[in-house]
């Protein structure tokens, strides 16, 4: 008889819950799961990064590596996400317009072929003639999208998890070979830790946004000269609608500034097609800021193999775009775990 095994997987942000789930499809009888991390969905720490995503899709154009394959894990969380809205309407997602409105397009948008890589699969996308753009936009388009309130969808997950045998540890790791102490027989540990620990190609992204009461009917973005962005991001199950947003690499403030507040929200109220009644006025619920865990040239997802066949799978560094990766990032885990022999080949659904 299979000696029985716990694969301990490190982190409760949306990489490893997505990863936990996946993971419970192919599990060998003799295997089980334990969720081991610092915060779980409920809690409000600026190192946790997933309570804080807006979240909304809203493709990348490029050719890198990097951007290729994002393309693809984006692409297939898109699929995924289109039948949980409709399956699983407490998980928080829906599908609507999204528009996004560039005054200096980097060249990677005016790039046919990158753009193309990215924006093609999206249902009803198209590129918006110049007289349905607002004065100073050079390149704008409108597709079909999804938002997702990140904090009901990690406990949505997190309690799919739990009631399909998962377990779930509080604690937190000094060093990630801990991990293989934290239950009997512990061989492979999947490390979905966000940052990871000591990479140095790791880095921190800060965000502010700001959530507010008023409603608005579609995601929009706008990139303005000056080199900001500005968002509206609905949040499904009346959720209010996030506001944003800053992008500050290696910038450790944990504090919301007011001034962004004010220059977030003066924005919204020019770009965004808010209700007038409210006379441009936000219904402020609260500031956030939340660091995203970034690594250069992308996620790490790989195999490191330890002395007496204990495997690490490293899944971390999705920095700004963890939502709309998940999926495609926790089918890629799964899909090096089979490789290796980790887990059993035909899926028990
Ligand atoms: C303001 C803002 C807006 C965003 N908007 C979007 C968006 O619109 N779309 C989108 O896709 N993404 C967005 N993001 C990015 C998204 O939030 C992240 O990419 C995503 O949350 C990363 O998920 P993760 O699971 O890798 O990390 P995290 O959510 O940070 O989770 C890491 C987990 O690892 C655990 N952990 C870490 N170290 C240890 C340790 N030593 N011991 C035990 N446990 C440990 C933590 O406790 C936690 O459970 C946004 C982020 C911010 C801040």
Redesign the pocket.
Known sequence: MAEFETIVV????????STVLCIQQYLKPSQSVLL?????PS?T?V????????????PVPGSSPQALREAKQAQRTYEFFKILAVNEPAAGIIFLKGVEHLEAPPPEYLDSQSAHNVYSHLDEFRYLSDDEVPAGVKWGVEYGTYV?N?PVYCAHMLRKFILKGGTTKR????HLKEAFSLDTNVKTVIN????G?DDPKSFI?????CLVRNPVSATITRQNTDGSWSFC?PRPLDGGT?I??TKQPHNWDPNASPETRAQLLAKASKWFPFASESGGQFDVIHD??????AREGGMRIEVEKLENEKQIVHA???????????HGVAEDTVALMLENGLLKEKAVL
């Open positions: 490190v982190g409760a942000g949306v990489v490893g819950l081991v991390a610092r915060d779980f809690d720490s190192n946790y990064a997933s309570p804080w995503a807006g979240a909304h899709y809203r997702v990140s604690y937190t790791l000094a979905c830790s966000g940052l620990f992204i800060r965000g502010q946004t991001i996030i944003g947003g956030i800021v939340g660091r995203r865990p971390y560094g999705a920095g700004g775009r963890g939502f709309e990766l998940s």
